[in-house]
Nanobody, 115 residues
Framework: QVQQVESGGGLVAAGGSLRLSCVTSGSIFVSNSMGWYRQAPGKQREFVASIAGDGGTYYTHSVQGRFTISRDIAKSTLYLQMNSLKPEDTAVYYC?????????WGQGTQVTVSS
């Protein structure tokens, strides 16, 4: 079942910034690595960034140096700071545990970057 809610998306001009938040149930946050994913129109969902239990982070190449994943364990909340946004970053962004199953995806939050 879905145990997280994403927010923080919006419309921003190229070069701008947004910070996404993902509030989780807590149990999912404590016991799993967490990740951000995105799905652009007409494309498959893709991995963006992850943070492991020990705090280690990993990014897909296209966002390295621009996006930062972080977490607040006390608030059971995951964040994605997105800077220097590009039109190709336009997508619905989702957070989820790693690993995950098909029935655990939430509604996501829409990010639209205008050129």
């Amino acid at each position: 079942q879905v145990q997280q809610v994403e927010s923080g998306g919006g419309l921003v001009a190229a070069g701008g910034s947004l910070r996404l938040s993902c509030v989780t149930s807590g149990s999912i946050f404590v016991s799993n690595s967490m990740g951000w994913y995105r799905q652009a129109p007409g494309k498959q969902r893709e991995f963006v960034a992850s943070i492991a239990g020990d705090g280690g982070t990993y990014y897909t190449h296209s966002v390295q140096g621009r996006f930062t994943i972080s977490r607040d364990i006390a608030k059971s909340t995951l964040y994605l700071q997105m800077n220097s946004l590009k039109p190709e970053d336009t997508a619905v962004y989702y957070c989820n545990a790693i690993p995950n199953t098909a029935d655990t995806w939430g509604q996501g939050t829409q990010v639209t970057v205008s050129s």
